[in-house]
């Protein structure tokens, strides 16, 4: 007969070294995890300012280009419609009821940059109205015929808009620009009424 008192009893448990090793072993894997998240919402953050710039730059090169198209629209003959020349602003005359007056509403536009709050802005009279936010750089270089540069209005027969939109907030890793990233958008843009 085996007695009782022969078996031992075996305490179940972990000892001090063993709880170490697992909690180091936790340890990193919790560090590589927090670096992995960490890391894609950092690209997340960027790709998503990158987007919202590009976006930007698309639709505020949009709404210039299609007003610009209509410049010079004089349906009545008067005279008054066209491009006229200023070296830091789009100044869009259209006649767009065909009554003969550009008085009218949107019929005079004004497209310039404001690099203080870094907005363009569109004016028809009542004030500079944002168009677009972080714009770093508006410029409008007006064409004759043949393509050469002209700051005469009557000459004036293309325009070439130049947009550059920039990331909302600074990227400390990117070294150029102080940290803003840009995108650039060029477009020259021939209105069919000019000239004619």
Do not use: C
């Not at 299609?66 to 006229?84: I, K, N, Q, V």
């Not at 939109?165 to 803003?180: E, V």
């Amino acid at each position: 007969m085996i007695s009782r008192k022969t078996h031992k009893r075996r305490d179940w448990g972990f000892t001090l070294i063993e709880l170490l090793v697992v909690l180091s072993i936790q340890g990193i894997l919790l560090a590589a995890v927090v670096t992995s998240v960490t890391g894609q919402i950092t690209a997340y953050d960027l790709q998503e300012q990158l987007n919202g710039m590009q976006q930007t730059a698309r639709a505020a090169m949009s709404l210039v280009i299609r007003e610009a198209r209509t410049a010079g629209y004089d349906p009545a003959r008067s005279g008054s419609a066209g491009l006229s020349y200023h070296p830091a602003r789009l100044s869009i005359v259209a006649d767009h009821n065909g009554d003969g007056d550009v008085s009218d509403a949107n019929e005079r536009v004004v497209y310039f940059h404001d690099p203080g709050r870094l907005r363009l802005k569109r004016d028809t009279g009542g004030g500079g109205q944002p168009v677009a936010e972080d714009v770093q750089d508006f410029t409008v270089e007006y064409l004759d015929a043949a393509g050469n540069a002209t700051t005469v209005a009557a000459e004036i027969r293309r325009v070439r808009i130049t947009v550059t939109a920039r990331t909302g907030k600074r990227d400390p890793r990117y070294p150029l620009n102080g940290g803003y990233r840009t995108h650039t958008l060029r477009s020259v843009v021939t209105p069919a009424n000019l000239g004619l």
